[in-house]
């Protein structure tokens, strides 16, 4: 299967602070999604970018598809951005499944 | 539109149980996966379901085993529990040809 590895594996930031969270992938992908879990357990889809660059309010994204990672940005971070931020990819040749990294926990205090 | 439900959202067993998790899958979506989450851990894949058949196959036993429904709900099936098999359950819905992936809450599962 496809390996991946997101970093930092922790995060804990002042309100207002902007972070970079990263996710490296082991092979080539069609699919690259980025979550985040909520404290009642739901994965919410952030974006769909196997390539390229989105920005979605204060949270933005890059995959550089040829050299195998993704980045999410947050900016101005707010207390509700806290959670778990889980990169996910599908691989061509690897049927219909996710294959999750092991998430950032992102603390944001007041 | 509704989003997918899954049921019930917590259960405790014993080891050597059986379990029923449920799902009912986003309204237009044909497509259903199932995940487990260990705890500090990120989703793995078990299975898939499309058009009432297993479409693709995690690293897990035969022990867990699914079903999909004609209305595209699905079960799926957990025989001989063992302690390990603790975890956040998580069901997803898609439609096919499209990238977007609805999940749900989750089953929080307890094995004694």
């Known amino acids: 299967g496809i390996q991946v590895e997101q970093s930092p594996p922790d995060l804990i930031l002042q309100e207002g602070a902007n972070s970079t969270l990263r996710c490296n992938f082991s092979?080539?992908?069609?699919?690259l999604q980025w979550f985040h879990q909520n404290p009642w357990g739901q994965l919410i889809n952030l974006f769909y970018?196997?390539?390229g660059t989105k920005q979605n309010g204060r949270l933005s994204a890059t995959t550089v598809a040829t050299e195998r990672y993704s980045l999410l940005y947050i900016s101005s971070s707010q207390t509700t951005d806290s959670g778990v931020y889980f990169c996910?990819?599908?691989?061509?040749?690897?049927?219909?499944?996710?294959?999750f990294g092991t998430g950032t926990s992102l603390t944001v205090i007041p | 539109e509704t989003g997918v439900t899954q049921s019930p959202t917590h259960l405790i067993k014993t080891r050597g149980q059986q379990v029923t998790l449920r799902c009912s899958s986003q309204?237009?979506?044909?497509?259903v996966s199932w995940y487990q989450q260990a705890l500090g851990q990120g989703p793995q894949f078990i299975f898939q379901?499309?058009?009432?058949?297993?479409?693709g196959r995690g690293n897990f036993p035969p022990r867990f085993s699914g079903l999909q429904f004609p209305n595209y709900s699905s079960e799926l099936n957990v025989n001989a529990l063992e302690l390990d098999d603790s975890a956040l359950y998580l069901c997803?819905?898609?439609?096919?040809?499209?990238?977007?992936?609805?999940f749900g809450s989750g089953t929080r599962l307890t094995v004694v």
């Open positions: 997803a819905s898609s439609q096919t040809g499209t990238y977007g992936y609805t």
């Open positions: 092979d080539s992908v069609n699919n």
């Open positions: 970018i196997p390539s």
């Open positions: 996910a990819v599908e691989g061509g040749g690897t049927g219909n499944q996710f294959y």
């Open positions: 309204s237009g979506h044909n497509t």
């Open positions: 379901y499309y058009r009432e058949e297993e479409n």
